[in-house]
Nanobody, 117 residues
Framework: EVQLQASGGGLVQPGGSLRLSCGVS????????IGWFRQGPGKVREGISC????????YTIDSVKGRFTVNRDNAKNTVYLHMNSLKPEDTAVYYC??????????WGQGTLVTVSS
């Protein structure tokens, strides 16, 4: 059974940093991708980052590029979202999801990130 577990959210001041974790289990192969999504108050959910396990490629949207990076710890089978220089507009519930192909069909629990003084 494919399972994902997101954690690491919390309250941080503007300009601060947080690291979100997404534990991944249940895949029999390494040919999957992990995506990070977020949904701010009153906003639509948006994809912000993706890491492809199969080829090692990654992508982040322009609004977070240079501030957010994706890394993977193979030993812990965990994908991280490192968030630096956080802004109030980054406040959102963050989700991690996985896919083998097509749409993301496996989702973890959201974790709340609040950026405020």
């Amino acid at each position: 059974e494919v399972q994902l577990q997101a954690s690491g959210g919390g309250l941080v001041q503007p300009g601060g940093s947080l690291r979100l974790s997404c534990g991944v289990s249940g895949f029999n192969s390494d040919n999957y991708a992990i995506g990070w999504f977020r949904q701010g108050p009153g906003k639509v959910r948006e994809g912000i980052s993706c890491f492809s396990r199969s080829d090692g490629s990654s992508y982040t949207i322009d609004s977070v590029k240079g501030r957010f990076t994706v890394n993977r710890d193979n030993a812990k089978n965990t994908v991280y979202l490192h968030m630096n220089s956080l802004k109030p507009e980054d406040t959102a519930v963050y989700y991690c999801a996985a896919r083998l192909e097509g749409d993301f069909g496996y989702w973890g629990q959201g974790t709340l990130v609040t950026v405020s003084s």
